[in-house]
């Protein structure tokens, strides 16, 4: 099956010493290639690969840092070719210049929107981009959450106003995915309204979703490890499966890989 009729399973590798689930396991250049082969011989269509924190407090890193982390990765996974697309987590404009010169398909953007001469540049280098609705910046997000009505009005001019923009930088409509931002300067109300609009709007969008071990779910139900909330994580991303967003981003492939060949024939 195509990857345009299914939903891409998208694996997070946290090359970063503070991430919220795993940060430190993975900033070792070679622990970080070896997972990436993790993900992909799991099912993963997609490697994710970040070098900032961005859970709620977090500091930001500077863009020489960010790509000292992020280089020794992407120079060996040039080399050795894996069957999945790479994706580099990043709002910084430098880190996705410098990113054109290595088999990145995908930025991930949690800052909504580059400026525009990047962007231009990465349309026309045929690039997809993902870009993410938050409210605040990492470091402040949490203090002033939006509540639910505030973010799906919020995220639904997000939606519009943003593939409008894309567009008319040079972007095609099946190369932008927008994500609600789950967990980024929302209630745990607003959290889950805004996967039910999202859910709704993956009709008219592509949509891209990531709940995999939020704190949200771990507040809802009492979880305070995070890979403990891998489960219920999981029957969320099965409501993902059956609506059709267009990618579901984890730490947990293996099981999604599962419950997508129970959903996709």
Same mark, same amino acid.
């Given at each position: 099956?195509?990857?345009?009729?299914?939903?891409?399973?998208?694996?997070?590798? /946290?090359?970063?010493?503070?991430?919220?689930?795993?940060?430190?396991?993975?900033?070792?250049?070679?622990?970080?290639?070896?997972?990436?082969?993790?993900?992909? /011989?799991?099912?993963?269509?997609?490697?994710?690969?970040?070098?900032?924190?961005?859970?709620?407090?977090?500091?930001?890193?500077?863009?020489?840092?960010?790509?000292?982390?992020?280089?020794?990765?992407?120079?060996?996974?040039?080399?050795?070719?894996?069957?999945?697309?790479?994706?580099?987590?990043?709002?910084?404009?430098?880190?996705?210049?410098?990113?054109?010169?290595?088999?990145?398909?995908?930025? /991930?953007?949690?800052?909504?929107?580059?400026?525009?001469?990047?962007?231009?540049?990465?349309?026309?280098?045929?690039?997809?981009?993902?870009?993410?609705?938050?409210?605040?910046?990492?470091? +402040?997000?949490? *203090?002033?959450?939006?509540?639910?009505?505030?973010?799906?009005?919020?995220?639904?001019?997000?939606?519009?106003?943003?593939?409008?923009?894309?567009?008319?930088?040079?972007?095609?409509?099946?190369?932008?995915?927008?994500?609600?931002?789950?967990?980024?300067? *929302?209630?745990?109300?607003? /959290?889950? +309204?805004?996967?039910? +609009?999202?859910?709704?709007?993956?009709?008219?969008?592509?949509?891209?979703?990531?709940?995999?071990?939020?704190?949200?779910?771990?507040?809802?139900?009492?979880?305070?490890?995070?890979?403990?909330?891998?489960?219920?994580? *999981?029957?969320?991303?099965?409501?993902?499966?059956?609506?059709?967003?267009?990618?579901?981003?984890?730490?947990?492939?293996?099981?999604?890989?599962?419950?997508?060949?129970?959903?996709?024939?």
């Amino acid at each position: 099956m195509s990857d345009e009729a299914r939903s891409l399973i998208i694996g997070v590798l /946290n090359v970063t010493p503070d991430s919220f689930s795993d940060g430190g396991t993975f900033l070792d250049p070679e622990k970080a290639v070896a997972h990436a082969w993790d993900l992909v /011989n799991e099912g993963a269509d997609v490697i994710d690969i970040g070098a900032e924190s961005t859970r709620p407090g977090s500091a930001a890193v500077d863009a020489d840092e960010e790509w000292r982390r992020l280089e020794p990765v992407l120079a060996a996974l040039a080399d050795q070719k894996p069957k999945a697309r790479i994706s580099l987590d990043t709002y910084k404009p430098m880190t996705m210049r410098r990113a054109l010169d290595y088999p990145v398909d995908i930025i /991930n953007d949690i800052s909504g929107i580059a400026d525009r001469l990047t962007l231009e540049t990465l349309a026309k280098r045929g690039l997809t981009y993902w870009a993410m609705h938050m409210h605040r910046d990492p470091a +402040q997000m949490h *203090k002033d959450p939006l509540d639910a009505a505030e973010a799906l009005r919020a995220v639904a001019v997000f939606y519009e106003s943003t593939q409008k923009t894309l567009m008319d930088l040079g972007f095609t409509k099946d190369r932008i995915w927008l994500d609600p931002g789950v967990g980024f300067g *929302k209630t745990d109300r607003a /959290n889950v +309204q805004v996967i039910g +609009q999202a859910l709704a709007e993956s009709v008219h969008y592509e949509i891209i979703l990531g709940v995999s071990r939020k704190s949200f779910i771990g507040r809802l139900l009492g979880i305070t490890d995070p890979k403990e909330r891998d489960a219920p994580s *999981k029957m969320l991303e099965l409501s993902f499966l059956l609506a059709g967003v267009r990618g579901i981003r984890t730490h947990d492939v293996a099981r999604l890989k599962k419950l997508r060949d129970l959903v996709v024939e």
